[in-house]
């Protein structure tokens, strides 16, 4: 009497199997490098934002200049896992005396001031004023505010300039991501 025995292996199952577990777990590395990308480029954003206010404030400090802050409140950022939109909320900015707002005449046009209009003495001048230290800041300098690089244009050059690192940074966070992977 003679005893056989088969053993087959479908070495090509197993290896599909290997794979199919290699790009879940790829595709999810994916997924958390993206989301993280995402949440990193909204923090980046409003970093950058605030440097470009700051810079602006900090062109032009005589004691007299008066401020409100409130370049700070035009950007709204919005993010979700996968998309990061931004804009600029006007409505969000302070008015000022003789016309315009701090989002047209400091955001866009780069002047330190808080009038636009007339001068103190009620006559047209060409450029916005700053308050002069009269009685608490009731009174409009005679001369005009100073003009420097609008914190937008300094805002869109970062920005630009940003983008071009993001897909170093996502790179860098893919391989972080597929580094973490537990395969077997």
Avoid: C
């Amino acid at each position: 009497m003679s005893v056989s025995f088969t053993y087959q292996s479908n070495i090509d199952a197993f290896f599909a199997k290997i794979v199919e577990r290699a790009q879940s777990k790829i595709r999810v590395a994916i997924d958390d490098a993206v989301e993280e990308l995402f949440r990193n480029i909204k923090t980046d954003l409003e970093k950058i934002y605030k440097k470009a206010v700051v810079g602006f404030y900090a062109g032009y400090s005589p004691a007299y200049y008066h401020r409100n802050r409130s370049l700070y409140k035009l950007l709204e950022i919005s993010d979700s896992p996968d998309e990061v939109t931004w804009e600029f909320i006007p409505g969000n900015a302070t008015a000022m005396r003789g016309g315009g707002t701090v989002y047209e005449l400091a955001f866009l046009g780069g002047w330190h001031g808080g009038a636009a209009g007339t001068d103190h003495n009620g006559e047209s001048v060409g450029s916005p004023h700053y308050r002069a230290p009269y009685g608490y800041y009731t009174h409009w300098s005679l001369g005009g505010a100073a003009q420097s690089t609008p914190p937008f244009e300094t805002w869109e050059s970062e920005v630009e300039t940003y983008k071009g690192t993001l897909r170093d940074k996502f790179e860098a966070l893919l391989q972080k991501h597929i580094s973490m992977i537990q395969w077997f």
